[in-house]
């Protein structure tokens, strides 16, 4: 994976970012997971969420993802 320093932070992030529109709508947690798991094991960091994406619930989803947290 290619990665990218965000701005001056030194923060770097993947070259590929990847939508969440789908979890908790289409996706369901199972399904939004196993896209996640992939995800990070193709090395991608950089994930797009908004507050609108299924009434929020992909931000919650995501977010338990991220800390590692079980539904």
Not at 45 to 55: G, L, S, W
Request: hydrophobic share 35%; charged share 25%.
């Amino acid at each position: 994976m290619e990665y990218k320093t965000l701005g001056k932070t030194g923060i770097q992030v993947s070259g590929l970012c990847f939508g969440t529109m789908s979890f908790g709508g289409v996706a369901d947690e199972e399904a939004s997971a196993a896209m996640f798991h992939r995800r990070r094991e193709l090395g991608v960091n950089f994930f797009d969420t908004a507050n609108v994406y299924n009434e929020g619930r992909s931000e919650e989803i995501l977010g338990r993802l991220m800390a590692g947290q079980p539904r």
